[in-house]
Structure formats: structure tokens, C-alpha cells
């Protein structure tokens, strides 16, 4: 049975959304969710998971480079627990170290300068956070 898993990119202004599946361990990008002081647009994000019913979540982790938390880790994974207690569904956490950067360097050379904007850099971040989750999964 194919596994559908939504992948976000915590922040407390935005939340990169991504939705993807096992079979292909890829993922896409989805509208970025609004946050107000670390506080999420419960209504949007009622409204995608109705829209795409996911199996499972996974939130990025954000580590510093040496793993220590850093100030937004334990906001994450308040988002992640909060997540699986309204949607009762299954959510992990997973290791998003440098999907930022790379997220930017892709949208860069996909569109220059002009690609690189905010809800466009965390959606790419989620599918990065997705992607690397579904592919540990197959390990």
C-alpha cells in the first residue's frame, strides 16, 4: 500500500508545505501557510490536509550544524505534536540541515533572482524535508 506523506518546513512567519509518496520517494511543492508569531493558519492547513488526505507528516528538524537545538527546534516539534494530536495522523520529525540553502541554490538556477521568494524557498524545503524522509524510509 502506497504511503501518501505531507512534509512542512516549520517557520513562525511561513510553513513550506510538500506532498509526497513512497512508491517514487518524490514529492511537490504545495502553497506555503501563512504563520503569525510562530502560530499557523489552522484553517489553511485544514484545508490541505482535507484536499490531499495524508497518510503521515513529517516536520523538518531544525539542528544546528553541529546537532544542538537551536531557538525554532522546539517550536517544530510543538507544530509536530499539535499536528498529530488534531489530525490523529502518524508524524515524524526528520533532519532539515541545509535544505534551505539548497532549496535556494535550485529555485536560483531554475529562475534567478526572481524565483527566490520566501513561500517559494520553504515549499522547496519541505519537498527536500519529504524526500529525504521517504527515501529513509526504504532504508
Not at 509526497?20 to 518524490?26: I, K, M, R, W
Not at 513529517?58 to 499536528?83: R, S
Not at 532539515?96 to 532549496?103: G, W
Not at 524535508?129 to 532504508?139: C, H, W
Request: hydrophobic share 35%; glycine share 8%; with cysteine.
Amino acid at each position: 500500500m502506497s504511503i501518501t506523506v505531507m512534509g512542512f518546513d516549520y517557520g513562525t512567519h511561513s510553513i513550506g508545505v510538500a506532498i509526497g509518496q513512497d512508491l517514487t520517494c518524490s514529492a511537490q511543492p504545495l502553497p506555503a501557510i501563512r504563520a503569525e508569531r510562530g502560530t499557523p493558519d489552522w484553517n489553511a492547513v485544514d484545508r490541505t490536509v482535507k484536499e490531499w488526505k495524508p497518510n503521515r507528516f513529517v516536520v523538518g528538524l531544525p539542528l544546528n550544524m553541529d546537532g544542538t537545538n537551536q531557538k525554532i527546534t522546539l517550536l517544530a516539534a510543538d507544530f509536530a505534536e499539535e499536528l498529530q494530536k488534531r489530525y490523529s495522523i502518524p508524524c515524524d520529525m526528520h533532519d532539515e540541515r541545509l535544505t534551505t540553502t539548497a532549496a535556494r541554490e535550485y529555485l536560483f538556477a531554475n529562475g534567478g533572482y526572481k524565483a527566490l521568494k520566501k513561500d517559494k524557498i520553504d515549499s522547496i524545503s519541505a519537498v527536500l524535508i519529504t524526500e529525504s524522509y521517504l527515501e529513509s524510509l526504504g532504508q
